[in-house]
T-cell receptor
């Protein structure tokens, strides 16, 4: 059974800092790895999807990587802004796009 | 930009009552999902649905739960007899193909009293 872990649970950084959020998973037979953003009391906004054959994806100031052999994914946020403050969730699936298994999230606060 | 919508945004019900949560997936999507998030806990998968049948379900999705696509646009989750522990945020999601990004709706907060 896939287990997904995100450390740290919370992170506070000053504005402008580059930062890395970590996601680890127990089953390397992961197919897709998806990163989401969740604002308090809101739904999940998809940020990036890394498919099995890929090692990274980029969107604006965000870059996500996937290393299946080590069971890790990272989300890199460049030049953080207060508007980036949210909870970031990673989720993986093992059987070609059906059930996503979520990590517990990293709550990010970017201070002005 | 197309988005998944859910109604109602908040539902309060008495224990033992039936509730139906409604979702309108993105119009050309073929795969539909329900997840839930109990306050302070991880998002958990409930069920996936394709071609008018359930393709996968979790242990949470027992006989009290059912899903339906009653017409070409709506996708519903029914809980037959709600329990206190069903209180959670319920998210609907859809994807165009099986291996594509899952897009989530804003959620329905279900409170069971």
């Amino acid at each position: 059974k896939q287990e997904v872990t995100q450390i740290p649970a919370a992170l506070s950084v000053p504005e402008g800092e580059n930062l890395v959020l970590n996601c680890s998973f127990t089953d390397s037979a992961i197919y897709n790895l998806q990163w989401f953003r969740q604002d308090p009391g809101k739904g999940l906004t998809s940020l990036l999807l890394i498919q099995s054959s890929q090692r990274e994806q980029t969107s604006g100031r965000l870059n996500a990587s996937l290393d299946k052999s080590s069971g890790r994914s990272t989300l890199y946020i460049a030049a953080s802004q207060p508007g980036d403050s949210a909870t970031y969730l990673c989720a993986g699936d093992n059987n070609a796009g059906n059930m996503l298994t979520f990590g517990g999230g990293t709550r990010l606060m970017v201070k002005p | 930009e197309p988005e998944v919508t859910q109604t109602p945004s908040h539902q309060v019900t008495q224990m033992g009552q039936e509730v139906i949560l409604r979702c309108v997936p993105i119009s050309n999507h073929l795969y539909f999902y329900w997840y839930r998030q109990i306050l302070g806990q991880k998002v958990e998968f409930l069920v996936s649905f394709y071609n008018n049948e359930i393709s996968e379900k979790s242990e949470i999705f027992d006989d009290q739960f059912s899903v339906e696509r009653p017409d070409g646009s709506n996708f519903t989750l029914k809980i037959r007899s709600t329990k206190l522990e069903d209180s959670a945020m319920y998210f609907c999601a859809s994807s165009g193909i099986r291996t594509d990004t899952q897009y989530f709706g804003p959620g329905t907060r279900l409170t069971v009293l």
